[in-house]
Each structure stands twice: as structure tokens, then as C-alpha cells.
């Protein structure tokens, strides 16, 4: 059984930063592409941020220049850099991740159960 627990969210004010870590675990035979959605109060899920196993990445327009994606192959983990948090990033962040089973064939897409970011005014 495959498992992504992310960590990190918490309270910030309006321009502070915040990390987000999640960390894959379980049977896993290979990792492709993983990443960060979020769902804002009364809000549909919203891609944030993705990244394949080789490092190439993909930015939602709102955070370019503000969020850093990275992802430590070795450890099956990906990371949020937040900077300059404004209270319109306010929202359950959710941690994906496209992952093969061992002794399956096809890499489907896992999630972790999100951590909530609150950015304060």
C-alpha cells in the first residue's frame, strides 16, 4: 500500500513563507511526475505546482516567482518553497504523486490528505 503524508502547512502572515513536505512510502517501483494542488473554502482543486523525475517543472500563473517545487528522488519526496504568502493562498494543500507499484505495470496517481496553509491579513 503506497502512502503520501505531507507536512509543513500551518499559520503565516501575509509575506512570511512556509515549506511543505510530502513523502511517498510503501511499495513503490518508480515515481513520475508529483505535485501540489490546493482547494480554497467553497473553491474547485487547483493545480499549484508539478514536477517529473527529471526536474522539469510546471508553475500555476499566481505563484511563479513566489513558490519553488523541487523533489528528493532518492527519499520519494517533493517540497513547496512559499514565499511572499498572501491570504489568497489560503487552502488545504494536497501532495500527488504518479506512482508505479512494485509488480504492476501502469503508475496511477496517489494522494496524500492535505495540510492546511493559512495565510494571515
Known amino acids: 500500500q503506497v502512502q503520501l503524508v505531507e507536512s509543513g502547512g500551518g499559520l503565516v502572515q501575509a509575506g512570511g513563507s512556509l515549506r511543505l513536505s510530502c513523502a511517498a512510502s510503501g511499495s513503490i517501483f518508480s515515481i513520475n511526475a508529483m505535485g501540489w494542488y490546493r482547494q480554497a473554502p467553497g473553491k474547485q482543486r487547483e493545480l499549484v505546482a508539478t514536477i517529473t523525475s527529471a526536474g522539469n517543472t510546471y508553475y500555476r500563473y499566481s505563484v511563479r516567482g513566489r513558490f519553488t517545487i523541487s523533489r528528493d528522488n532518492a527519499k520519494n519526496t517533493v517540497f513547496l518553497q512559499m514565499n511572499s504568502l498572501k491570504p489568497e493562498d489560503t487552502a488545504v494543500y494536497y501532495c500527488?504523486?504518479?506512482?508505479?507499484?512494485?509488480?504492476?505495470?501502469?503508475?496511477?496517481?496517489?494522494w496524500g490528505k492535505g495540510t492546511l496553509v493559512t495565510v494571515s491579513s
Open positions: 500527488y504523486g504518479a506512482i508505479r507499484e512494485r509488480f504492476t505495470t501502469v503508475a496511477l496517481d496517489r
